[in-house]
T-cell receptor, first 113, second 115 residues
Framework: DADVTQTPRNRITKTGKRIMLECSQT?????MYWYRQDPGLGLRLIYY???????NKGEISDGYSVSRQAQAKFSLSLESAIPNQTALYFC????????????FGPGTRLTVT | GDSVTQMEGPVTLSEEAFLTINCTYT??????LFWYVQYPGEGLQLLLK?????DKGSNKGFEATYRKETTSFHLEKGSVQVSDSAVYFC??????????????FGQGTILTVHP
């Protein structure tokens, strides 16, 4: 089984709808991250969490919110989706200082019409 | 703040050709450096890493050397295969300033290898 899972894998929604993307990990890592990927722009950090009680904004947090329900679960919400939030969204985890590499989920392709 | 710049793609090569993808960085502190690979339809996978100056990371025939004097971490492979076709991302992790503990990515380089 995959160490980092994301649901759904694909989603089409309409402008103004609320949508939640979910991420679960079995690696036992404290740190979790949400990124979006757009063509030619690499990955940009939306939110990150270094433990259950720690939530931080990344470089592009406007229009997004997150919830860290447990060490293993980190959800991303779009409160009112807009078309320019159409992108590929990735969740990632890492073990913390000294273990910098991040482990990525398979991604969620979100289309907002 | 920290930044990573990769050579622009796409890069198209024939099988068995030599590959170089350039990566340079700016960082406040002493970062760790990474190359990630994204195969079509998949998430990113760590390809190799280096944590201090002059370290060489290697995996699957790919190599990159951490060059502090030129702030570079270029990816190389002596003989590419069709299966190496993917998007390659250079990234750094810095524990200084506002980048503490986060990855900063380059924009990615698309590699296509033809038989």
């Amino acid at each position: 089984d995959a160490d980092v899972t994301q649901t759904p894998r694909n989603r089409i929604t309409k402008t103004g709808k609320r949508i939640m993307l979910e991420c679960s990990q079995t690696k036992g890592h404290d740190r979790m991250y949400w990124y979006r990927q757009d063509p030619g722009l690499g990955l940009r950090l939306i939110y990150y969490s270094f433990d259950v009680k720690d939530i931080n904004k990344g470089e592009i947090s406007d229009g997004y919110s997150v919830s860290r329900q447990a060490q293993a679960k980190f959800s991303l919400s779009l409160e009112s989706a807009i078309p320019n939030q159409t992108a590929l969204y990735f969740c990632a985890t890492s073990g913390g200082q000294g273990q910098d590499e991040q482990y990525f989920g398979p991604g969620t392709r979100l289309t907002v019409t | 703040g920290d930044s990573v710049t990769q050579m622009e793609g796409p890069v198209t090569l024939s099988e068995e050709a030599f590959l170089t993808i350039n990566c340079t960085y700016t960082a406040t502190g002493y970062p760790s450096l990474f190359w990630y690979v994204q195969y079509p339809g998949e998430g990113l996978q760590l390809l190799l890493k280096a944590t201090k100056a002059d370290d060489k990371g290697s995996n699957k025939g790919f190599e990159a050397t951490y060059r502090k004097e030129t702030t570079s971490f270029h990816l190389e492979k002596g003989s590419v295969q069709v299966s190496d076709s993917a998007v390659y991302f250079c990234a750094l992790s810095d524990y200084s300033g506002t980048s503490y503990g986060k990855l900063t990515f380059g924009q990615g380089t698309i590699l296509t290898v033809h038989p």
